[in-house]
């Protein structure tokens, strides 16, 4: 099934420069994560390639979930009354 997302229509495999587009980053970054095993990556001879699904995976995984919201008037040293901080 050929992967569409802005302009990689089919393309599966990536060179740093468009992987950096597509992570929103630079290949300094993407070499340096390569360099460091944080990033999967293909190499072919000596050129490093970036599959389309690895990366979209990694944004994924990387994805920060926002914390459940806890009412401010339940927190400690706040007046349950109002929400405002209790003296004393």
């Given at each position: 099934?050929?992967?569409?997302r802005?302009?990689?229509?089919?393309?599966?495999?990536?060179?740093?420069?468009?992987?950096?587009?597509?992570?929103?980053?630079?290949?300094?970054?993407?070499?340096?994560?390569?360099?460091?095993?944080?990033?999967?990556?293909?190499?072919?001879?000596?050129?490093?390639r970036?599959?389309?699904?690895?990366?979209?995976?990694?944004?994924?995984?990387?994805?920060?979930?926002?914390?459940?919201?806890?009412?401010?008037?339940?927190?400690?040293?706040?007046?349950?009354?109002?929400?405002?901080?209790?003296?004393?």
């Open positions: 099934m050929p992967v569409e802005d302009g990689y229509d089919g393309v599966r495999l990536l060179n740093v420069r468009e992987a950096a587009r597509f992570l929103g980053t630079t290949p300094k970054t993407l070499y340096t994560m390569a360099w460091r095993r944080d990033i999967l990556f293909v190499k072919i001879g000596r050129s490093l970036f599959d389309v699904k690895d990366l979209e995976r990694m944004i994924e995984q990387a994805k920060v979930r926002p914390r459940e919201s806890k009412s401010r008037a339940a927190l400690p040293g706040r007046n349950s009354k109002d929400g405002h901080l209790s003296e004393g």
